[in-house]
């Protein structure tokens, strides 16, 4: 079975500033799909970035970007030029999406990410 | 284009009522599911189905049941409500069983006293 690990419960960072939030996780599985997934307090679930195991070059959406270490089993997460609305919790999370009905999320227990004015 | 639709978004109930979450999309996604979120443990998938008349279970099924009779909809039901069901519960769907990118309704959050 997949494990999912941050063990950063809480951060916080100065508007502008850069943070890096931290993942690992523990597959036998050589292809499968990482997330980042953004929860503002609205609720709502936000996809931030995904990565594909296969591709080496790591994945960039806008301010976010990946450190994605296949060996290491290590998925991290920068975001650049924090902004206010960047406050929420962010979870990692992994799927193996290679089996009929295998497509579920093993989701991390999240860090709680703070940006201050 | 409403996405995946969740409701209610709130709920009380005593131990031992029962009652049901809707969840609805209108994307004619294949694949759907039902992931609850407690503090402290991220989110666990309960219930999936990869179409209409096709459901199995997830990590924590016990305790609720789950019918898909059209692709649209994909209730889950609580029918005896115990107080280790209050939670937040999620509806995920994909267009298709495989595909890796879920779309999320708004959430449910449920206590039952």
């Known amino acids: 079975a997949q494990t999912v690990t941050q063990s950063q419960p809480e951060m916080s960072v100065q508007e502008a500033e850069t943070v890096t939030l931290s993942c690992t996780y523990d597959?036998?599985?050589?292809?499968?799909?990482l997330f980042w997934y953004k929860q503002p307090p609205s609720r709502q679930m936000i996809l931030v970035i995904r990565?594909?195991?296969?591709k080496q070059q790591n994945a960039t959406e806008n301010r976010f970007s990946v450190n994605f270490q296949k060996a290491a089993k290590s998925f991290s997460l920068k975001i650049s030029d924090s902004q206010l609305g960047d406050t929420a919790m962010y979870f990692c999370?992994?799927?193996?999406?290679w089996g009929f009905g295998n497509e579920k999320l093993t989701f991390g227990t999240g860090t709680r990410l703070t940006i201050i004015p | 284009n409403a996405g995946v639709t969740q409701t209610p978004k709130f709920q009380v109930l005593k131990t031992g009522q029962s009652m049901t979450l809707q969840c609805a999309q209108d994307m004619n996604h294949e694949y759907m599911s039902w992931y609850r979120q407690d503090p402290g443990m991220g989110l666990r998938l309960i219930h999936y189905s990869v179409g209409a008349g096709i459901t199995d279970q997830g990590e924590v099924p016990n305790g609720y049941n789950v019918s898909r009779s059209t692709t649209e909809d994909f209730p889950l039901r609580l029918l005896s409500a115990a107080p280790s069901q209050t939670s937040v519960y999620f509806c995920a769907s994909s267009y298709r069983a495989g595909a890796n990118v879920l779309t999320f309704g708004a959430g449910s959050r449920l206590t039952v006293l």
């Open positions: 597959t036998s599985e050589n292809n499968y799909y």
């Open positions: 999370a992994f799927m193996n999406p």
């Open positions: 990565q594909e195991a296969y």
